[in-house]
């Protein structure tokens, strides 16, 4: 209970940008899974009468331990729990939108990209969006009043066996094209030991391609790679496409909902850049899209060739897949690799994003750097410094007072956390809810400005926290 209400007091609330994570039998107890689990079980079944729940994980070495305590609290709420063992993230909440096997919602035990000592728990609603606003709110209410009930001895719920994968599988098969052996792609699949590991070698397979694997061997250690798919964890992805001379590299993060690229050039791709190539081969005049406040200045130019909207939002998919429904976008991403097709899934998606890249190659009948050559370049640094939890919004401000202070009149965006704006770029300082790290980014439209701003930025964000210790 101390430790619960520790987090409660310094994050201010249960749930972070995605979800709940935290240190596994730390926070993260097999108690606390239990409960809550119990709390969303109750919630769905009051709002939603809903009843019937997915449950998949990533292969995390404390994923199992948490599932069984999932399932034991939903079991005591009153549920029914299909458990569907190692799954990646899109594929639970098309399950659950999809409504094939009646699921009607669904639970996720998953660290994605964060260190292997943390994991964490999603929750989704009947329509396959993950809870967010005012719904974790309301859960968070049952949670710490303690209203949530436990059901009598004969109406216990009972276990079942599914496979969301196989479900994911076929939408995916249906949403790519297949090719001959003339046009087959040399593709180097780097699954990062996680949960698309037996996921997306086959689908890329059964469209026609030629793959080779990296680190498609699922292991909660991580021993190949750490899950985050950033430019420094793919050293070994870029070799080996140059070596092969692939036509395109793919890396996916431990739950398969965010895909990075590499070209055919050995380049690292941006999130962004593959978020604007995508954004500018679906939209139409005066359609809008969303994206995350830290999203590069891509997006403008995509958004202002098609005469259509950009909204920008905090970061989360939650959050943004918010802002899709509200506005009827046709798409949403976020810088970090995960894409939103919200007629197909209300959620990030790894394993499409990967097939929609692949027809727009197609299509286009180019390599991937030449369509890349066909946009404006921008520079992006992207830079984090340990900060505790504690310190975060305290932190927030004082930047912000430093910034009031050396920029009068510059503008500032605090959608999410504080963002500059200058005429040739823009700075952002962002605490992180998932790890005990701030996040800088900053972007020019040249190398020497991205530098120039990035440098400004650790410099007044460390000197600022160290001013609060």
Excluded at 100 to 113: N, P
């Amino acid at each position: 209970m101390v430790i619960i209400c520790y987090f409660n007091k310094m994050v201010g609330k249960l749930f972070g940008t995605t979800g709940i994570r935290g240190t596994v039998n730390d926070f993260l107890t097999p108690e606390f899974c239990s409960k809550i689990a119990c709390v969303f079980g109750n919630y769905v079944r009051e709002k939603f009468n809903a009843k019937n729940i997915l449950v998949g994980m990533d292969p995390r070495t404390s994923s199992d331990m948490i599932k069984h305590a999932v399932i034991s609290g939903l079991l005591s709420a009153g549920c029914d729990v299909y458990d569907s063992g190692i799954t990646p993230v899109p594929a639970i909440q098309c399950a659950v939108k999809e409504k094939i096997y009646k699921f009607d919602a669904g639970v996720m035990i998953t660290g994605s990209h964060i260190p292997i000592e943390r994991n964490g728990l999603k929750f989704f609603i009947p329509d396959g969006n993950e809870v967010y606003g005012k719904i974790e709110d309301e859960i968070e209410d049952m949670y710490f009043s303690g209203k949530s009930e436990r059901a009598s001895w004969n109406e216990i719920g009972k276990i079942y066996n599914a496979d969301a994968g196989k479900i994911y599988k076929e939408m995916l098969l249906k949403e790519g094209i297949k090719v001959d052996k003339e046009n087959a792609l040399k593709i180097v699949v780097d699954t990062g030991h996680g949960a698309q590991s037996n996921i997306m070698p086959f689908v890329l397979r059964e469209f026609g391609h030629k793959i080779v694997t990296l680190n498609a061997q699922m292991d909660g250690f991580f021993p190949g790679r750490p899950s985050e798919p950033d430019k420094k964890n793919l050293e070994n992805l870029i070799k080996v496409v140059n070596a092969l001379n692939a036509d395109i590299g793919m890396a996916f993060d431990g739950d398969g909902d965010r895909s990075i690229f590499i070209d055919d050039k050995g380049e690292y791709i941006m999130g962004d850049m593959i978020g604007a190539i995508i954004a500018d081969s679906m939209m139409k005049e005066g359609d809008f899209v969303v994206t995350g406040i830290s999203t590069s200045a891509i997006i403008d130019y995509v958004a202002e060739k098609h005469n259509g909207t950009i909204i920008r939002t905090k970061v989360g998919a939650a959050d943004v897949v918010g802002a899709i429904m509200k506005n009827n976008a046709v798409f949403g991403f976020e810088e970090n690799g995960g894409s939103i097709f919200p007629n197909i899934n209300l959620g990030r998606e790894g394993g499409l994003t990967a097939v929609k890249i692949l027809k727009i190659l197609h299509d286009k009948k180019k390599k991937m750097s030449e369509i890349i050559a066909e946009y404006p370049k921008f520079y992006q640094i992207k830079e984090k410094i340990q900060c505790k939890d504690e310190l975060k919004n305290k932190l927030t401000s004082a930047i912000k007072e430093k910034i009031k202070e050396k920029y009068t009149g510059t503008k500032i965006d605090e959608t999410d956390g504080i963002k500059i704006l200058f005429g040739d770029g823009w700075i952002l300082f962002r605490p992180s809810w998932t790890e005990p790290i701030y996040r800088i980014f900053a972007e020019g439209k040249s190398e020497s400005k991205a530098m120039e701003l990035i440098e400004f930025g650790r410099k007044i964000a460390l000197l600022s926290l160290e001013n609060l210790k």
